[in-house]
Structure formats: C-alpha cells, structure tokens
C-alpha cells in the first residue's frame, strides 16, 4: 500500500496509511498482549506445560506479551521501508536490535543471574528499540524533505493539503474506512495463505507420524532442510510486492519485471535443489549416524529437490500476486494447495505409499 501510494507521488497518503497501519498494530498488539498476560497460566497448562516449569514459563510469557505492540509496530515500520523500497535501514535497524538483545542477555542472565525472565526482558527491550528506531528515521527522513524521503511524518499538521486524500493537520489520524478495508482485505488473504501452509505441514508430520520412527525422522531432516533453504527465495517476493505496487500503471514493465523474477526464482530453485542433493547424499552423515535414516534420505532426494524448486517459484508468484494486488488469486491458490495436500496425503495412507507421497 505504501508503495502504491509513492508511485502516484501521494506522499500525505504514504503518510495516512503508516498512521493506520501504526493504530492497528498498536491495538493488536495490545490486545493479544492482554489476553496472554490476562490468561497466561491456563494457557500454559493447556499447552502441557508442567507445575514445576509453571513459574518459569509464565514470567517469561508475561514479559515477552509486554513486547507484542513493539513487534507488530516493528513489522508495520518495515512494510513501509521495504513498499518505498528501502531494504537496506530494516537491515541495520535488526542488527542494532539484536545487538541490543544479545548484550541484555549476558547483562541480565549472567550478571544479574535473571534467568529466562532475564532472556524476555532483553527480547523486549530490543525490540522497542527497533520500533523506536524505524519511527526516529522516518520522522528523520521527514524532516530533511529531500527527493527521495520516504514520508512526511514531522507531525501530522505538517501533512499537505491534497484533493486526493483531503486529509490535513491532525485530520490524518481520523479513521479511513477505504484504508481500513484494504487492509483487512490484504491481512485476511495473507492469515489465510498462512494458515493453509502450517495445516499443510502439520498434516504431512501426522501422516508421517504413521510410517514409523525412520520415515519419520527422515521427514524431520528433510523438513529441517527444505525451511532453511525456502529462505532464500523469501527475497524474491519481496522485491515483487514492492516493485510491482509501483508499476501498476505501467503493464509493459510490471510484466518485464515479474518474467524476471521468475527466472531469478527458477535459479534459486535449481541451486536449492542442487544443496538438497549434496545434503542428502554426501553430506548425510552430518544429520544422522543411523544408516537406515541416511538411506531414506537418498531415497527421498528426488522428491525433496522437486519441493525445493517447486516452493521457489511459488514464493515469487505469491509476491508477484501481491504487488500486483490479486488478493483473489492467492487466497484461492493457498486453498486449493491445501486440498492437494490433503487429498495426496489420504491416497497415500490408503495406497501405502510411504514417505515419496508425502512429500
């Protein structure tokens, strides 16, 4: 959205839209802090924590529920850095939090011997240090008002009057129902992609559950494996949902733009493959010392290779649908992926097909 808003150089409704975005991050965060604070220890219990972790477990999931509005402003001051394409300050501004984070570890935990409450509080700090942060240098950028600011964000009186937007001074924080329903639209279709590729997940560990101890532990190598190296396609999206939030008012380059990212996809894919391969095979015995385990692996190295490049492109078509605004199409891809999966899963277990079809 923020980057649909530069393109058409609006730079009060790049402005109007962090506001928004800042709000429901703040009232989400909130919330869901509450309820995990409110509740902490029969949620705990329902997750099998037991009486002589309970004490632990719950000073740590208070303090971390403290940090929840600083981690979702986190990802809104992100958004808006990488929609006006800028991947370089979330970079540094992450290094500097985990900086922060690492050094109140070892101040809090082996100084003030706090333990895992000690471990929480670090976590927080750093990450309203972060959010602090990315709000210091848009205010910054702001106030230089050069070309290439990212948005206005002195105060909200210094806003410029628009036709567009018709927002100024302290109007800007006023609710926008066609802002707000963007982003329901946009954080519904992305909570729905989510949710199908966790349950497809959760559904290949049962059925591989069921095949007994090596299938699955060769699934849990393989899994292992195949989330560290999705990854490096993750970047691919990311471009396409922010370059192509700019180009679509220009259907010659935003078609040039995504037949590119493409084929960077495909690449990525093919050397994510090719590092499954060597993992697999020669490199197996890094992962396991079992020989059954190790030839599972081999046996498995097609499928997870196919997976690998399979998952590369379909990660750049979800940032190409993105930027491109076809919420329609990714909600009804992630659905129907999950039917596959389920479908594939139950002709497996009825065939006895193994691991293969699992995958």
Same mark, same amino acid.
Request: charged share 10%; with cysteine.
């Given at each position: 959205?923020?980057?649909?808003?530069?393109?058409?150089?609006?730079?009060?409704?790049?402005? =109007?839209?962090? %506001?928004?975005?800042?709000?429901?991050?703040? &009232?989400?965060?909130?919330?869901?802090?509450?309820?995990?604070?409110?509740?902490?220890?029969?949620?705990?219990?329902?997750?099998?924590?037991?009486?002589?972790?309970?004490?632990?477990?719950?000073?740590?999931?208070?303090?971390?529920?403290?940090?929840?509005?600083?981690?979702?402003?986190?990802?809104?001051?992100?958004?808006?850095? &990488?929609? /006006?394409?800028?991947?370089?300050?979330?970079?540094?501004?992450? =290094? *500097?939090?985990?900086? &922060?984070n690492l050094l109140g570890d070892l #101040?809090?935990?082996?100084?003030?011997?706090?333990? @895992?409450?000690?471990?929480?509080?670090?976590t927080t700090v750093s990450t309203y240090?972060?959010?602090?942060?990315?709000? %210091?240098?848009? %205010?910054?950028?702001?106030?230089?008002?050069?070309?290439?600011?990212?948005?206005?964000?002195?105060?909200? +009186?210094?806003?410029?009057?628009?036709?567009?937007?018709?927002?100024?001074?302290?109007?800007?924080? $006023?609710?926008?129902?066609?802002?707000?329903?963007?982003?329901?639209?946009?954080?519904?279709?992305?909570?729905? !992609?989510?949710?199908? +590729?966790?349950?497809?997940?959760?559904?290949?560990?049962?059925?591989?559950?069921? *095949?007994? +101890?090596?299938?699955?532990?060769?699934?849990?190598?393989?899994?292992?494996?195949?989330?560290?190296?999705?990854?490096?396609?993750?970047?691919?999206?990311?471009c396409g949902q922010s370059f192509l939030?700019?180009?679509?008012?220009?259907?010659? !380059?935003?078609?040039?733009?995504?037949? $590119?990212?493409?084929?960077?996809?495909? #690449? =990525?894919?093919?050397?994510?493959?090719?590092? #499954?391969?060597?993992?697999?095979?020669?490199?197996?015995?890094?992962?396991?010392?079992?020989?059954?385990?190790? !030839?599972?692996?081999?046996?498995?190295?097609? %499928?997870?290779? @196919?997976?690998?490049?399979?998952?590369?492109?379909?990660?750049?078509?979800?940032?190409?649908?993105?930027?491109?605004?076809?919420?329609?199409?990714?909600? *009804?891809?992630?659905?129907?992926?999950?039917?596959? @999966?389920?479908?594939?899963?139950?002709?497996?277990?009825?065939?006895?097909?193994?691991?293969? /079809?699992?995958?």
């Open positions: 959205m923020a980057g649909e808003a530069s393109e058409i150089e609006n730079r009060a409704r790049v402005t =109007v839209v962090l %506001w928004h975005g800042l709000a429901i991050a703040l &009232v989400l965060g909130s919330g869901m802090g509450w309820i995990l604070m409110r509740y902490a220890t029969p949620i705990l219990a329902a997750a099998g924590v037991t009486t002589n972790m309970m004490r632990y477990s719950r000073a740590y999931m208070i303090v971390r529920a403290i940090g929840i509005p600083g981690t979702m402003l986190l990802s809104v001051a992100q958004g808006v850095c &990488v929609g /006006l394409q800028d991947a370089l300050s979330p970079l540094i501004i992450f =290094v *500097l939090a985990g900086l &922060v #101040i809090l935990i082996f100084r003030f011997d706090m333990g @895992v409450t000690g471990a929480a509080l670090a240090v972060g959010a602090f942060l990315f709000l %210091w240098l848009l %205010w910054i950028r702001s106030r230089e008002r050069r070309k290439d600011q990212l948005l206005q964000l002195t105060t909200p +009186t210094s806003i410029p009057i628009t036709n567009d937007t018709k927002t100024h001074g302290w109007r800007s924080l $006023k609710p926008d129902s066609s802002i707000l329903t963007k982003f329901f639209v946009v954080g519904n279709t992305l909570l729905i !992609r989510s949710l199908a +590729t966790m349950t497809s997940y959760v559904l290949m560990t049962l059925a591989a559950t069921g *095949l007994g +101890t090596v299938p699955l532990a060769t699934h849990q190598i393989a899994l292992q494996l195949f989330w560290f190296l999705s990854f490096f396609a993750e970047p691919l999206s990311v939030a700019r180009l679509q008012f220009q259907p010659s !380059r935003s078609s040039a733009f995504s037949l $590119k990212v493409m084929e960077l996809a495909a #690449i =990525v894919g093919f050397c994510a493959a090719i590092a #499954i391969l060597v993992c697999h095979g020669p490199l197996a015995f890094l992962f396991s010392s079992d020989p059954e385990i190790v !030839r599972s692996m081999r046996d498995l190295t097609p %499928w997870s290779m @196919v997976s690998e490049v399979v998952q590369a492109i379909v990660c750049a078509l979800d940032g190409i649908a993105i930027g491109s605004g076809n919420f329609d199409i990714l909600t *009804l891809s992630a659905l129907t992926g999950l039917a596959v @999966v389920g479908a594939s899963l139950a002709l497996g277990q009825a065939f006895n097909l193994g691991l293969a /079809l699992v995958w």
